[in-house]
């Protein structure tokens, strides 16, 4: 059954297109692979190169300009994203500037891919730094890399006390001295948060993604996914349909 969970959950992270839920907008999960500081899924997405992208359409007559002004869309989306994802908007937004100016200079459409891949991995970096950015020691460091790797399984403070080779107890002070909350408080978080996401950009049932981030039974995961969000898994994914497929109309 582990294995079941462990190929359910990487289908979900390096799924293709053709299973994403078609009234959804697949930009969406773009913008919030970079925001979440996922490395090696965003390396993935942008392996079509930007100029070869379907669906993009015609903003100049010129075919080149028309591409820079998508990849100046791109960028200044991103930064929105990472902002909210709690990067500083001087940051940001210097960055966005920084991207901007060098396409321009650009001179024919690889050129232009290969920056967008720079600028995605750039920003996607620099989130998966921020999210550790309370984080001082390696140990807990290491141990909130493995969470994120390990979310379709059980993690426990003992399996994460071997990995780190602390005790239990020293583990679990360091772990909420660093990051404000408790190992099961961040396991739990980070686990609604890929929840949300999954309800949002494929079409697992709630049953599967509870089964497939290691809840104890569906019941459970309903319950934890309502009192951190305020809705059930059925009425998140209704209420937050409308607003993708709104966005998917406007792009």
């Known amino acids: 059954m582990s294995l079941q969970k ?59 300009q028309s591409l820079k002004y998508h ?9 929105r994203y990472c902002i909210e994802g709690g990067m500083e908007v001087a940051t940001a937004y210097s960055l966005s500037d920084f991207y901007i100016q060098k396409v321009d200079k650009a001179k024919t459409d690889t050129e232009i891919s290969k920056l967008h891949v ?25 141990c909130i890399d493995y969470i994120y ?12 006390a071997e990995h780190t080779g602390l005790s239990n107890a020293y583990l679990s002070r360091l772990f909420k001295q660093e990051t404000g909350s408790s190992v099961s408080e961040y396991i739990q978080s980070r ?9 949002l950009y494929s079409e697992y049932s709630p049953a599967q993604i509870a089964s497939t981030l290691a809840f104890p039974s569906q019941s459970y995961f309903t319950e934890i996914f309502k ?11 209704a209420l937050h349909f409308r607003d ?8």
Do not use: W
């Not at 078609?22 to 500081?37: D, H, R, T």
């Open 118 to 142: 720079s600028m995605c991995e750039d920003y996607t970096n620099r989130m998966k730094k921020l999210r550790k950015k309370k984080v001082c020691s390696k140990h807990i460091a290491r």
């Open 149 to 160: 790797d390990h979310l379709h399984t059980r993690i426990t403070i003992d399996l994460l």
């Open 244 to 251: 993708t497929e709104l966005s998917e109309e406007e792009s």
């Open 71 to 79: 990849f100046v869309i791109t960028t200044a989306l991103v930064a």
């Open 227 to 237: 009192k951190r969000t305020g809705l059930t898994p059925t009425k998140y994914r």
């Open 191 to 199: 686990k609604i948060e890929t929840a949300q996401n999954m309800l």
């Open 6 to 64: 462990e190929l359910f959950y990487q289908e979900f992270i390096q799924r293709e297109n053709d299973i994403l839920r078609a009234p959804y907008n697949p930009e969406l999960e773009f913008y919030s692979v970079i925001k979440s500081g996922n490395l090696s899924r965003i390396r993935e997405l942008c392996e079509i190169p930007l100029a070869k992208k379907e669906g993009l359409g015609t903003l100049s007559n010129n075919p080149l």
